[in-house]
């Protein structure tokens, strides 16, 4: 089965810019994930979405971070204005159901300067 | 919410000898417990997952135990080679909730040959 797809691979943005991130789940995953992950951390989750709805949204930072998933399927999650902090990797994931069978995606690397 | 805690951050051990990587967590009703590896620059794999109804799991040079009363879980890799070099979570989650998986913070493996 084809895997979660994500894009850009790689974004360097100057601070206070906006970003945006794609991501396509796996066909028929109804959860889907946007994690953080700092060098040398792990993931943190920042948003999930069962189909279109959120299920958890308590670590986004909603001042500057947002996501959608308009129509259950692909996602996107934007951030504006991007700060310093905002450096990492962006992983997306979806799965089945939830917890269980996650697949990431290959992520975003975002250099904010 | 879950805290996973994971140690040690680093580890570096001979090649042919054993690796063991150590996790608690915080919320008694977590019941799934996944271990990814992430190699440098690539997405995070599961490997290996125990569920809360059995104490120990073994996949060939990979094993998971599990002490629910203690919240503690842990991954051992036996025979270990260059090829496990890597950085390992463990994760934590209720499979029968909504909850996604809470990361742990991650062990940075090296494996000298």
Known sequence: EAGVAQSPRYKIIEKRQSVAFWCNPISGHATLYWYQQILGQGPKLLIQFQNNGVVDDSQLPKDRFSAERLKGVDSTLKIQPAKLEDSAVYLCASSLGTGEGYTFGSGTRLTVV | ?113
């Open chain 2, 1 to 113: 919410g879950e805290n996973v805690e994971q140690h040690p951050s680093t580890l570096s051990v001979q090649e042919g000898d054993s690796a063991v990587i150590k996790c608690t967590y915080s919320d008694s009703a977590s019941n799934y417990f996944p271990w990814y590896k992430q190699e440098l620059g690539k997405r995070p794999q599961l490997i290996i997952d125990i569920r809360s109804n059995v104490g120990e799991k073994k996949d060939q040079r990979i094993a998971v135990t599990l002490n629910k009363t203690a919240k503690h879980f842990s991954l051992h890799i036996t025979e270990t080679q260059p090829e496990d070099s890597a950085v390992y979570f463990c994760a934590a989650t209720t499979r029968t909730g909504r909850r996604a998986l809470t990361f742990g913070s991650g062990t940075r493996l090296q494996v000298q040959p």
